[in-house]
């Protein structure tokens, strides 16, 4: 099973709002060379949800053909409907994927029973092992922590990616799964190195997008017992993160969103991520925000997280 630092990966997009499939694979061999230990590809940081099918699949697999097996790959496989879900799944399964990452089903908000049906749905259709990822702040639905002991009991469901920040909810899955064999990661950057202490088994993180290196000797010392919980970190991506109401984009004036050598982060060359597309705002009014090291650090402008994919108009 996968431990240790896991990247969330973003999808590299071009202006015009196409994958840049030759950024992709060089973003990849960043990771494969600056220690990352397994990456997800389409995950909730790949933006899938704004992607066709016919995209989610190749992002898929071009991450697993270019990564060709010397780290782990977990496919984001995370649908609102199950046959989707499902679907996703056995495809990944297909194009040598090692896990899929299944999301709690989003905008439906289904009961705890519903959860639970969904996600054995899952596991029984895919050939791969299942991690769930339970992300409240997204989808508007909390998968409790006795509905997530029944899912450990089913068969090839086999971890859990927890991004709810919530440290005490977190202690009772690590105290009552120890020894089950099942995976528990953190999904909150913030937390994770509590989490890593308290027994966790790696962090899925945005954080590792931008200081892999340094992300993964963190994450590695936290399970090794050596991590304290630092208040500022040694990234300023990772120290915004760490902010509420806070969110990193790349400049596209410095970084041009992860191309043209973003060395002062050191980012390899790459092309324009939808998210970095999006005019930044602070509290009052339009402003292009603080720069450093090639970031910019702001407060949530209009659009959200939102890209050119979910309607949010692009400033030239």
């Not at 519903?114 to 259709?125: M, P, T």
């Not at 992300?135 to 009991?153: F, H, I, K, Q, S």
Request: contains cysteine; proline residues 7%.
């Amino acid at each position: 099973m996968i431990t240790g630092s896991i990247v969330a990966l973003a999808t590299p997009m071009k202006v015009n709002g196409d994958i840049d499939w030759e950024a992709l694979r060089r973003l990849v061999n960043f990771h494969l060379d600056n220690g990352t230990d397994g990456i997800v590809a389409a995950g909730t940081t790949g933006e899938p949800t704004t992607m066709s099918f016919a995209e989610h699949f190749d992002v898929i697999r071009a991450v697993v053909e270019e990564v060709d097996g010397r780290i782990p790959v977990i496919a984001g496989t995370g649908a609102n409907a199950t046959s989707e879900a499902v679907e996703l799944a056995r495809y990944a399964g297909e194009v040598g994927a090692d896990y899929c990452l299944s999301v709690c089903p989003y905008y439906n908000k289904p009961t705890q029973e519903g959860l639970y049906r969904h996600f054995k749905a899952v596991a029984e259709g895919s050939k791969l092992p299942v991690i769930l990822y339970n992300v409240p702040g997204r989808t508007a639905c909390d998968l409790y922590n006795e509905t997530v002991l029944r899912l450990a009991e089913v068969e090839n469901i086999v971890g859990l990616k927890d991004a709810t920040g919530n440290l005490e909810r977190a202690e009772d899955l690590i105290s009552r799964l120890k020894g089950s064999g099942f995976m528990l990661y953190s999904g909150d950057d913030a937390t994770a190195c509590d989490f890593m202490l308290m027994g966790g088994h790696g962090d899925i993180s945005v954080t590792a997008n931008v200081a892999p290196p340094g992300h993964a000797r963190s994450v590695r010392r936290g399970g090794g017992r050596r991590c304290r919980p630092r208040p500022p970190a040694q990234h300023p991506a990772d120290a915004a993160a760490h902010q509420p109401g806070h969110r990193v984009q790349p400049d596209p004036g410095q970084v041009g969103a992860l191309p043209h050598g973003a060395h002062r982060a050191g980012h390899p060359p790459a092309a324009h991520l939808a998210l970095g597309e999006v005019p930044l705002h602070d509290q009052r009014g339009p402003a292009a925000g603080r720069r450093d090291r090639g970031l910019i650090i702001a407060v949530p402008a209009p659009c959200g997280a939102g890209t050119w994919r979910t309607g949010c108009k692009v400033d030239a």
